[in-house]
């Protein structure tokens, strides 16, 4: 079946500290990982994304780690800032019939980065 | 900018009534998907386009409706409109599959 788990739900930390959110897939055959960054009303963003080939990938202050075996990936952001405050989605690929995917994202992360 | 555009941005409604958002995918991408966001909820897929054949459904009610044309642009339809439809409709795409972009969404209200 398609399920993303994410966790956690909220998430508060203060400016400076690291920050780390995590999701589990259930497909198998899942081998594309974007995480995206929604401000309030506005558009999710691709901040980062891996694949299944890749253990780990980092983009400045943001990081995102796979593991294929136990069917989990974590995103990490590190030295926190304020404007880092949004919600967090991550999403896992899912094959269809027919060769299309399409992505099943987890139900988000508020992340609040206090000063 | 992500170079995926939907039109309107904003629109009021009546119960009853029926809207079409409109979506322009970034040049060359050829897929289209369109998602839903409620208040505080997550995006709930709603239909896949790829090339202008549907390739997926989630979780589409009856009373919506999509479509691509030859030109790669997609419509959302939604008819018979109801309070619990007031949301934030995003329209992404991508080329064939991997980075999918969003465009900034059009928020419909239902009164």
């Known amino acids: 079946g398609e399920n993303v788990e994410q966790h956690p739900s909220t998430l508060s930390v203060q400016e400076g500290d690291s920050a780390v959110i995590k999701c589990t897939y259930s497909d198998s055959a899942s081998n594309y990982f974007p995480w995206y960054k929604q401000e309030l009303g506005k558009r999710p963003q691709l901040i980062i994304d891996i694949r299944s080939n890749v253990g780990e990938k980092k983009d400045q202050r943001i990081a995102v780690t796979l593991n294929k075996t136990a069917k989990h990936f974590s995103l990490h952001i590190t030295e926190t800032q304020p404007e880092d405050s949004a919600v967090y989605f991550c999403a896992a690929s899912m094959r269809l019939q027919g060769g299309s995917e399409k992505l099943v994202f987890g139900k988000g992360t508020k992340l609040t980065v206090n000063p | 900018d992500s ?80 309070l619990g439809d007031s949301a934030l409709y995003f329209c992404a795409s991508s080329f064939t599959f991997g980075q999918v972009f969003f465009g900034e969404g059009s928020w419909l209200t239902v009164v």
């Open chain 2, 3 to 82: 170079g995926v555009t939907q039109t309107p941005k904003h629109l009021i409604t009546a119960t009853g009534q029926r809207v079409t958002l409109r979506c322009s995918p970034r040049s060359g991408d050829l897929s289209v998907y369109w998602y839903q966001q409620s208040l505080d909820q997550g995006l709930q897929f709603l239909i896949q386009y790829y090339n202008g054949e549907e390739r997926a459904k989630g979780n589409i009610l009856e009373r919506f409706s999509a479509q691509q044309f030859p030109d790669l642009h997609s419509e959302l339809n939604l008819s018979s409109l109801e």
